[in-house]
């Protein structure tokens, strides 16, 4: 995945879903600035916090307790500098298509940033989800990786303002 999305150089990243921080370690592995890192589990998070700390990555990245997707709100700021967003949610749920849609509501991301969604093959992810318009689909076995752009524009071209 993360071959067909560099460079990452001095990219801001976050990484919803962290879990361990594995795809948020590795955008920071790869060049990226920063990383902010949610995971609302406190056991996941203090893994993740060992984990960035054992690897000397805690100044280039803040882990957050955010529940999602209802808590992308307290996010804002952070998702409109983000230039990629990695969403990994748990398999079988509603999360993706949730998470995607609140990502996807004008003036969330700005234009130009990358999401990728990694999800079950069976999920039904639609090719555009407000502004964000689906680039590609991978997929390995079971797991689909779904790369969109935010490109500002949601059909309509009804603009909302944020909560």
């Known amino acids: ?5 560099e460079p990452l150089l001095g990219l801001r990243v ?12 590795e955008a920071l592995s790869r060049g990226a600035e920063f990383a902010d890192l949610i995971e609302p589990n406190h056991g996941a998070r203090r893994v993740l916090e060992r984990n960035l700390e054992t690897l000397d990555l805690t100044e280039r990245s803040h882990v957050w307790r955010v529940t999602l997707p209802g808590g992308l709100h307290a996010l804002a700021e ?14 079988g749920g509603k999360e993706a298509n949730a998470v995607l849609a609140a990502l996807g509501r004008p003036g969330i991301l700005h234009p130009g940033c990358r ?3 990694e999800h079950h093959a069976k999920d039904e992810i639609p090719e555009r989800a407000g502004s964000l318009a689906c680039l590609k689909r991978r ?12 490109d500002g524009n949601p059909p309509g ?7």
Not at 139 to 150: D, I, K, P
Request: glycine fraction near 10%; charge should be negative; aromatic fraction near 10%.
């Open 1 to 5: 995945m993360f071959m067909a999305l």
């Open 14 to 25: 976050v990484d919803l879903f962290a879990g361990s921080g594995a795809l948020g370690i």
């Open 139 to 150: 997929a390995y076995g079971e797991t689909v990786v779904s790369t969109f752009l935010a």
């Open 115 to 117: 999401v990728v969604l």
């Open 157 to 163: 071209g009804d603009q909302e303002k944020l909560p």
């Open 78 to 91: 952070t998702l409109r500098a983000a230039d990629l967003v990695l969403v990994d949610p748990p398999y």
